[in-house]
T-cell receptor, first 114, second 112 residues
């Protein structure tokens, strides 16, 4: 089955700086890669996603890049703010779609230092 | 507004008891999923369903079962609760392949 590795497990950055979280996946058939943000005690919520026919996608301060050849994708957050502090999860769909469920990375705890 | 809700939010049960966690969505989504979340493991898929009468095993399905008798509900049953099943459980639903999965609020289950 699909295997998703996520790094780093903890990331501390100064407010205003950029943060980058990286993930690799194993199943070349996967074609949907969402990123979820989870605040303490809350449910995971989608912040951005990308499909394998696209190399990069941006939404304001957040961007995701995908390298299908290398089977890795990254989340970039620019101009970080205190409200960006949370756990971020990358995921990949095991069979190239959402129906079989998502395989998640183990998460990155992002800490924004004032 | 459409939503996905789980109940109960917190439960404490004894080893060996049968426990059922409820998940109800009003999105009219065909696809529903159950995950468990444990420190150091992220979110792991337990069971999923493509539609009524369809159920499938995920990565960590041993000791769990689900049933899908209608579109809105996917209850998760622990046949004989074990301490290793102490976890936070999340239900999710999506409209289909490659589409956003919406999560419920989670159920914190403690097996003593």
């Amino acid at each position: 089955g699909e295997n998703v590795e996520q790094h780093p497990s903890t990331l501390s950055v100064q407010e205003g700086d950029s943060a980058v979280i990286k993930c690799t996946y194993s199943d070349s058939a996967s074609n949907y890669f969402p990123w979820y943000k989870q605040e303490l005690g809350k449910r995971p919520q989608l912040i951005i996603d990308i499909r394998s026919n696209v190399g990069e996608k941006k939404d304001q301060r957040i961007a995701v890049t995908l390298n299908k050849t290398a089977k890795h994708f990254s989340l970039h957050i620019t101009e970080t703010q205190p409200e960006d502090s949370a756990v971020y999860f990358c995921a990949a769909s095991a069979s190239g779609g959402g129906a079989d469920g998502l395989t998640f990375g183990k998460g990155t705890h992002l800490i924004i230092q004032p | 507004d459409a939503e996905i809700t789980q109940s109960p939010r917190h439960k404490i049960t004894e080893t060996g008891r049968q426990v059922t966690l409820a998940c109800h969505q009003t999105w009219n989504h065909n696809n529903m999923f159950w995950y468990r979340q444990d420190l150091g493991h992220g979110l792991r898929l337990i069971h999923y369903s493509y539609g009524v009468q369809d159920t499938n095993k995920g990565e960590v399905s041993d000791g769990y079962s689900v049933s899908r008798s209608n579109t809105e509900d996917l209850p998760l049953t622990l046949e004989s609760a074990a301490s290793s099943q102490t976890s936070v459980y999340f239900c999710a639903s999506s409209a289909g392949q490659g589409l956003e999965a919406f999560f419920g609020q989670g159920t914190r289950l403690t097996v003593v």
